[in-house]
T-cell receptor
Framework: GENVEQHPSTLSVQEGDSAVIKCTYSDSASNYFPWYKQELGKRPQLIIDIRSNVGEKKDQRIAVTLNKTAKHFSLHITETQPEDSAVYFCAASKASLTGANSKLTFGKGITLSVRP | DTEVTQTPKHLVMGMTNKKSLKCEQHMGHRAMYWYKQKAKKPPELMFVYSYEKLSINESVPSRFSPECPNSSLLNLHLHALQPEDSALYLC?????????????FGPGTRLTVT
């Protein structure tokens, strides 16, 4: 099955700096890669996702890049703010055109702290 | 309405109790999920329902029993739980189970087994 690795487990940055979080996956057939943000005591929420037919996607201060050859994808947050402090989970799945069941495999998560 | 709701928010139960967790969505999603999440860990998939039928059971102990009464509702019946079952139980839904669809999570039920 799929294995998603996420390193490091914690990251601390100064407000205004950029943060980069990297994940690797093992199954070359995986083609959908979402990132979830979970604030303390709250539900996981999708912040951005990317499919294997594109290499990069951007949404305001957040971007995701995908390197299919190396089987890794990264989350980039620019101009970090204290409210970006949360746990970030990467995930991978195989989107199936036939509708066959597909599971999300999550990484272990990284705790991002943004120092004011 | 892009929200998944869950009740109750908190639940404390003894090891001999029977209780149920409820989840509801009105987005017309045909896939619904139960996850278990321990502190500082990722959500761990328990069950997947597709078009109201159980499609994935991740070898969950029988003391957890899911039910999908209709396309908007998902229940998780709990019986004879163990203290190690204490966790945040998250419900999620997505348009379909074919993968590549955003999963919308509910706020979760914080379960404590005493």
């Amino acid at each position: 099955g799929e294995n998603v690795e996420q390193h490091p487990s914690t990251l601390s940055v100064q407000e205004g700096d950029s943060a980069v979080i990297k994940c690797t996956y093992s199954d070359s057939a995986s083609n959908y890669f979402p990132w979830y943000k979970q604030e303390l005591g709250k539900r996981p929420q999708l912040i951005i996702d990317i499919r294997s037919n594109v290499g990069e996607k951007k949404d305001q201060r957040i971007a995701v890049t995908l390197n299919k050859t190396a089987k890794h994808f990264s989350l980039h947050i620019t101009e970090t703010q204290p409210e970006d402090s949360a746990v970030y989970f990467c995930a991978a799945s195989k989107a199936s055109l036939t509708g066959a069941n597909s599971k999300l495999t999550f990484g272990k998560g990284i705790t991002l702290s943004v120092r004011p | 309405d892009t929200e998944v709701t869950q009740t109750p928010k908190h639940l404390v139960m003894g090891m001999t109790n029977k209780k149920s967790l409820k989840c509801e969505q009105h987005m017309g999603h045909r896939a619904m999920y139960w996850y278990k999440q321990k502190a500082k860990k990722p959500p761990e998939l328990m069950f997947v329902y597709s078009y109201e039928k159980l499609s994935i059971n991740e070898s969950v102990p029988s003391r957890f029993s899911p039910e999908c009464p209709n396309s908007s509702l998902l229940n998780l019946h709990l019986h004879a739980l163990q203290p190690e079952d204490s966790a945040l139980y998250l419900c999620a839904s997505s348009q379909d189970t074919g993968g590549g669809y955003e999963q919308y999570f509910g706020p979760g039920t914080r379960l404590t087994v005493t």
